[in-house]
């Protein structure tokens, strides 16, 4: 991930290359709003989603609806937070928990109707913090394996060549922020979830 260079506000295309303290820094600055940042990240993967199955359970429209309004020449509507909190975008597997009708299956047929009734301690920290949720993301089934592929949301192919697989178990994660979708996300690791789809998508 890039960092901020200079004053300028940034392109449209150019705050999905951004790191999350630089997206953070630039709403900080008045170079670019929230919403934009999160509409940046909604259209990329919006364009990648095709190709990439890596999102289980979008919820873009909350996510717009959710941005806090702040004005290149305003300031953050949530001072309490700290400004540099404000411009995180993030999703995180569909295995962790967020209440208000995210899936909660880890990719198990036979759990495809469940809806998680509460928020796991990290997700809730990040919200707490300011982060807009984006989605949740695919991982292998029962979330225990080398590769995110289930029979509830197929499988999740590497942001950078489609005949290749993410990783697993939180590829879907991992190709979600390798294509440039969110700058920060969040998953689980016992031996490797994380580590390996980060190292084969590029998040490292």
Do not use: K
Not at 86 to 111: F, I, K, Q, T, Y
Not at 153 to 171: L, Q, V, W
Request: proline share 4%.
């Amino acid at each position: 991930m890039a960092a901020l260079s200079d004053t300028h506000a940034p392109r449209a295309g150019a705050l999905t290359e951004l790191s999350a303290t630089a997206l953070s820094q630039a709403v900080r600055l008045g170079l670019g709003t929230t919403a934009e940042v999160v509409e940046a990240h909604v259209e990329l993967l919006l364009s990648v989603a095709p190709g990439i199955n890596a999102i289980a359970a979008e919820r873009f429209d909350a996510a717009r609806e959710g941005a806090p309004a702040v004005g290149r020449a305003g300031g953050v509507s949530r001072p309490q937070q700290g400004a540099s909190a404000v411009a995180r975008r993030a999703l995180h597997r569909e295995g962790v928990d967020r209440r208000g009708g995210m899936p909660n299956s880890g990719g198990v047929v036979a759990r495809g109707e469940l809806r998680s009734e509460h928020t796991a301690p990290a997700v809730q920290r990040l919200l707490d913090a300011g982060a807009i949720l984006l989605g949740v993301t695919n991982t292998s089934e029962i979330c225990m394996w080398i590769e995110s592929d289930n029979r509830l949301y197929g499988r999740t192919s590497n942001p950078y060549d489609a005949r290749r697989m993410a990783g697993g178990s939180s590829g879907g994660e991992g190709a979600a922020v390798g294509s440039g979708g969110s700058p920060i996300g969040i998953g689980s690791d016992i031996g490797g979830s994380i580590r390996t789809p980060a190292f084969w998508c590029g998040d490292w």
